[in-house]
């Protein structure tokens, strides 16, 4: 019996018996696999995020997963969509603990880094005492998503600049199942019912394991190190 490397192609093949349906167990649980759906799938596709009713006011945000980032979509102050890293441009941290909301800017807890609705970094606590005011604000913005596209109020995104458009990526077959829900009327997305989703009000949201309410934080670390 012949064992193929991890990895290669024909290992993967041999996971699979198309002609019975069978699946290998070792599909669910291989940490190489996952990897590769990361970069290869998840990485690279169009990506549903959120429907746009679920952030119709300016500063309305849902969180949604892309792969192993979580993205926040955010409605402009100009009413257009932009969707955002919830990671702080500093040292990684989440720059918000709540699932979705309204707020006026993301602020990380860590060391305070402010972030605008539209990403770009607006506050940093200590520039002169820590910084000397020689930190150059417009280089550490929120990384924004390659790609990003509403089909009929459905909002898409990759993380792959060279992905095909949209619509070609959905095809004929994605398109006619988006129309179908369109066309039934108005939509408008249902609250998740999980009590464990957290919502967040004004600015800088945090919130607590035992509860969907949020609460200002203060700063974590007040002097950044490094």
């Known amino acids: 019996m012949t064992i193929e490397a991890p990895g290669t192609t024909a290992y993967l093949d041999s996971l699979v018996n ?12 291989d940490e190489e696999i996952f990897e590769l759906e ?3 799938i998840f990485g690279r596709a169009w990506l549903f995020l959120c429907h746009e009713t679920q952030i119709p006011k300016k500063g309305d ?3 949604a997963p892309m792969g192993k980032d979580n993205v926040l979509v955010v409605r402009q102050r100009d009413r257009s969509i932009k969707a955002l890293l919830n990671t702080c441009t500093h040292r990684g941290n989440a720059v918000c603990r709540a699932e ?7 602020m990380c807890t860590y060391h305070g880094w402010t972030f605008g609705l539209d990403g770009e970094l607006v506050g940093v606590p200590g520039m002169s005492d820590f910084y000397r005011d020689e930190l150059d604000r417009t280089k550490h913005p929120l990384r924004k998503v390659a790609q990003l596209d509403n089909y009929k109020g459905f909002i898409f995104a990759t993380m792959d600049p060279q992905a095909p458009p949209l619509l070609e990526f959905l ?3 994605g398109r006619i199942a988006i129309d179908l829900l369109a066309e039934r009327g108005d939509i408008e997305a249902a609250r998740a019912c999980r009590s464990s989703r957290s919502t967040a009000t004004g600015s800088s949201p945090r919130t607590t394991p035992s509860t969907t309410t949020t609460r200002r934080s203060p700063i974590s670390r007040r002097r950044p190190s490094g």
Not at 18 to 29: H, K, N, P, Q, W
């Open 100 to 106: 979705e909301g309204n707020v006026r800017n993301f």
């Open 18 to 29: 198309v002609a019975t349906g069978e699946l290998d167990r070792r599909i669910f649980s």
């Open 171 to 173: 095809g004929r077959t």
């Open 61 to 63: 945000f849902f969180e």
């Open 38 to 40: 990361m970069q290869h």
